[in-house]
T-cell receptor, first 110, second 114 residues
Framework: DAKTTQPTSMDCAEGRAANLPCNHS???????VYWYRQIHSQGPQYIIH???NNETNEMASLIITEDRKSSTLILPHATLRDTAVYYC???????????FGAGTTVTVRA | SAVISQKPSRDICQRGTSLTIQCQVD?????MFWYRQQPGQSLTLIAT?????????ESGFVIDKFPISRPNLTFSTLTVSNMSPEDSSIYLC???????????FGEGSWLTVV
């Protein structure tokens, strides 16, 4: 599976949009980009995933560049409860094995 | 979506003993996985639980240490055998439902080996 690169940490202001970048320059055509987050002491929570089109759901938006080598997760209005470790993972279709990196520790501040 | 229940949620175990963790899903799922998260670390895939056949283990994990059962499409168990303090971790079950490409996780089972 392709590897991903994420910033180690980010601070965000409450009420503002949080933009979380992820590089996946070796992604192949049949690999999806998945985002999860893990709040301390809990199991990972699914956020969103996409193949090549931008995606939006009730939690977030996923923007994938045209060459698919990077993506951005957008939390439109960050709250204190969004403080978590966010993982960007590239997943081979029909495989569904998740290879977790270190993720980005996001701290939302009042 | 899928609702996943894991038991036990927490346990403290004596070294040398074995513990079986259960994962129950509220709907039939095509794929079930077991992950481990050691203290301060990210998640690592242990194995894919295959219904009606032996689990498929990732590099570094073996059946003798982590035997897995999956008798049907909604249930799986992971046993941590002959435990040592290095096995102190969170063990997580994840599933892919029969439709869609979303993968869901349980809340995990926190094991402390003393």
């Amino acid at each position: 599976d392709a590897k991903t690169t994420q910033p180690t940490s980010m601070d965000c202001a409450e009420g503002r949009a949080a933009n979380l970048p992820c590089n996946h320059s070796t992604i192949s055509g049949n690999e999806y980009v998945y985002w999860y987050r893990q709040i301390h002491s809990q199991g990972p929570q699914y956020i969103i995933h996409g193949l090549k089109n931008n995606e939006t759901n009730e939690m977030a938006s996923l923007i994938i560049t045209e060459d698919r080598k990077s993506s951005t997760l957008i939390l439109p209005h960050a709250t204190l409860r969004d403080t978590a470790v966010y993982y960007c993972i590239v997943v081979l279709s029909n495989d569904y094995k998740l290879s977790f990196g270190a993720g980005t520790t996001v701290t939302v501040r009042a | 979506s899928a609702v996943i229940s894991q038991k036990p949620s927490r346990d403290i175990c004596q070294r040398g003993t074995s513990l079986t963790i259960q994962c129950q899903v509220d709907s039939q799922v095509t794929m079930m996985f077991w992950y481990r998260q050691q203290p301060g670390q990210s998640l690592t895939l242990i194995a894919t639980a295959n219904q009606g056949s032996e689990a498929t283990y990732e590099s570094g994990f073996v059946i003798d240490k982590f035997p897995i059962s999956r008798p049907n499409l909604t249930f799986s168990t992971l046993t941590v055998s002959n435990m040592s303090p290095e096995d102190s971790s969170i063990y997580l079950c994840s599933v892919r439902p029969s439709s869609g490409n979303t993968i869901y996780f349980g809340e995990g089972s926190w094991l402390t080996v003393v």
